[in-house]
C-alpha cells in the first residue's frame, strides 16, 4: 500500500530501513517455551479473575469493542433462511420439538451458502469450495490438499509454504503437524511489512538454493499482524509470480470483511479474473470466515478455488483432498452459522452496513490507535484488519524495553513478561510473527478494544518512552 504522511507510518517505514534482518528471507524457527496466541487470552482471563491489572491486547475479538451488530440483522438472518428454504435448501428448514431447529439430516455442506459468498468476493467464473467451522480447520484442509497437489506432481522434499513478512502464529502449530517449513519473505521498502511480489522472488530463490519445494503462498489480505493490505496491482503481480514457479496462491483473507474499502475491493476476484491468464487464475484460492465479523465462538470458513474451464487440476485436488479431511474430522458447518454467513453477505448495503455499531468502533479504535503512535512518534503499521504492529523503539531506534541493568530485551518471551509484569499489558510479542532479531522489539496491539482500552495503551507508550529518556 502506498506510504501515508502519518508520523507512525513514516517511523515504521525508518524502522523497516534499518532492520537488515526483516529484509531478508527466513525460516521460521519456534521459540521454545513462547505461549501461543489462546496461552495468552487464558493469562488475560487469569489475571483479571485474579484481580490483577490486566490490558488484554493478545488475540483479538471482534466483539470486544463493546458494540453490536446492527439491530436488524437477527430478523435478515430469519428472512435469508426462508429464502434458502424457499430456493430449494430443505435442510435449512424450521423444525419443532429438539434442541436447535434444524433437521437432523447430516448434511456436509451447504452449496446455495457457499454460492453466495463465491459471489459476494467476485468469483464469477467456475470455482470449487468447502465450507468448515473455523479458520484453523479449513487451513488444515487447505494446508493438506497442497500436500496432495505436491505429492501427485512427485515434488521433493521437504515442502514449505511462503508467508508475509510478518504473519499469524497460528500457522506453526498447523505446519508443524504436518511436516511444513514456513518460509517468511522478506520486507520490500515501499511495502512496509506487507507481501509484495519482490520479496515473493526472493523468497522463492531462497527455498530453491536450499532444494526445499514450496507447494502454497499465503499473502494475508489486510494483514494479521500488520494490518496493511495489497493495491490490486500486486496482488495481480504476486499471482503471476506465483504461477510462474508453479506454485499456488491461497489468500489468507479473514480480516478483509473489515477493510474500509470493503471486501471484495480489499481481495478483488472479480478484478484478477480479468486480468488473469486462465492458466494463472487457477493457481488461486482464497480462504474466509465470518469470525473477524460477528465474533470467534460462532463462525464458519471456507475454502473456495478459481477452476476455469481447461485449468482446474489444481482446484480439483485441493478441494477433493480438503473434503476428504472433513470426512475424517467430521467438522462439517452447523446450519445456523452457515445461515448467518449468508445473512452478513446479502445484507442490504454490504457486510460494514450488517456489522454496524461494531463496524463503527472498530473504524473509530483504529483510527485512535493510530493518533496515539502518531503523538509519540512510535512506528506504528496498521490498517484494514483489527491488528497493528508496533514497534517500541526511540527515535533513534533503540529498543524502549530494557533489563534491570539497562541492556535492550533481547528475547520475545522476555518482551511479553516485562510488559505483563510491569504494566499488566498481555499483548503478542513479535517473535510470534517472525524469525528476525528484530521482531524482539516488534509487538502486536489490537484496536478490537473499546477506546478506553486503547488511551490506557497510549499512557503504557508514553511511559516506556519516559523511562527511556531516563
Known amino acids: 500500500m502506498p506510504t501515508s504522511a502519518h508520523p507512525s507510518t513514516l517511523a515504521m517505514d525508518r524502522f523497516v530501513a534499518r532492520s537488515t534482518g526483516l529484509r531478508q528471507p527466513r525460516i521460521s524457527v519456534p521459540v521454545p517455551g513462547l505461549p501461543t496466541l489462546p496461552d495468552l487470552k487464558k493469562l ?7 484481580g490483577l491489572p490486566v490490558i488484554d491486547q493478545s488475540a483479538g475479538d471482534i466483539d470486544d469493542v463493546g ?28 423444525t419443532q420439538g429438539d434442541a436447535y431447529g434444524y433437521p437432523g439430516n447430516y448434511q456436509q455442506q451447504y452449496a446455495a451458502v457457499l454460492a453466495i459468498l463465491a459471489g459476494s468476493w467476485g468469483i464469477t467464473g467456475p470455482w470449487q469450495g468447502v465450507q468448515t467451522v473455523s479458520g484453523r480447520a479449513v487451513l488444515d484442509c487447505a494446508f493438506r ?13 521437504p515442502y514449505a509454504l511462503v508467508l508475509d513478512p510478518l504473519a499469524w502464529s497460528g500457522y506453526q502449530p498447523l505446519a508443524a503437524d504436518l511436516d511444513l517449513q514456513l518460509i517468511h519473505m522478506p520486507a520490500v521498502m515501499g511495502h512496509g511489512l506487507a507481501a509484495s511480489a519482490q520479496g515473493l522472488g526472493a523468497a522463492l530463490e531462497f527455498a530453491a538454493e536450499r532444494a526445499i519445494s514450496v507447494i502454497g503462498v499465503l499473502p494475508v489480505v489486510p494483514s494479521n499482524p500488520s494490518g496493511i493490505g495489497l493495491t490490486a496491482d500486486e496482488l495481480v503481480t504476486i499471482a ?20 474500509p474499502r470493503g471486501h471484495a475491493v480489499c481481495v478483488p476476484f472479480g478484478l484478477l479474473a480479468a486480468r488473469l491468464a486462465p492458466e494463472v487464475l487457477g493457481m488461486v484460492g ?3 470466515g465470518e469470525t473477524k465479523v460477528a465474533s470467534s465462538q460462532n463462525k464458519t470458513a471456507s475454502l473456495l478455488w478459481c477452476a476455469p474451464a481447461g485449468h482446474d487440476d489444481t482446484a480439483k485436488v485441493v478441494v477433493h483432498h480438503a473434503a476428504e479431511r472433513l470426512k475424517t474430522t467430521n467438522l462439517y458447518p452447523r446450519p445456523h452459522e452457515a445461515v448467518v ?26 483510527e485512535a490507535m493510530r493518533a496515539q503512535c502518531d503523538r509519540l512518534g512510535i512506528p506504528l503499521s496498521i490498517g484494514g484488519s483489527f491488528y497493528g504492529t508496533a514497534a517500541l523503539v526511540d527515535s533513534e531506534g533503540d529498543s524502549l524495553l530494557r533489563d534491570s541493568e539497562g541492556r535492550p530485551l533481547s528475547d520475545a518471551r522476555a518482551v511479553m513478561s516485562e510488559l505483563v509484569a510491569r504494566y499488566g499489558l498481555v499483548g503478542a510479542p513479535g517473535g510470534m510473527f517472525s524469525p528476525a532479531p528484530e521482531a524482539t522489539v516488534l509487538v502486536r496491539l489490537t484496536a478490537a478494544v473499546t477506546l478506553t482500552d486503547i488511551e490506557r495503551v497510549g499512557q503504557i507508550l508514553a511511559q516506556l518512552l519516559e523511562q527511556a529518556r531516563g
Open 44 to 50: 488475560a482471563r487469569d489475571r483479571r479473575s485474579a
Open 67 to 94: 458494540q453490536p451488530l446492527h439491530p436488524d440483522l437477527p430478523a435478515w438472518v430469519q428472512e435469508t433462511r426462508d429464502a434458502l428454504v424457499a430456493a430449494g435448501a430443505s435442510e435449512l428448514r424450521r
Open 145 to 157: 490438499g497442497l500436500i496432495a497437489r505436491a505429492k501427485a506432481n512427485k515434488l521433493p522434499q
Open 240 to 259: 503471476q509470480t506465483c504461477a510462474a514457479a508453479d506454485v499456488p496462491m491461497l489468500v489468507d483473507a479473514f480480516y478483509s470483511p473489515l477493510d
Open 286 to 288: 482464497l480462504v474466509v
Open 341 to 366: 454467513a449468508a445473512a452478513l453477505h446479502t445484507f442490504p448495503l454490504g457486510l460494514h452496513a450488517a456489522m454496524g455499531p461494531r463496524y463503527v468502533a472498530l473504524r473509530d479504535a483504529r
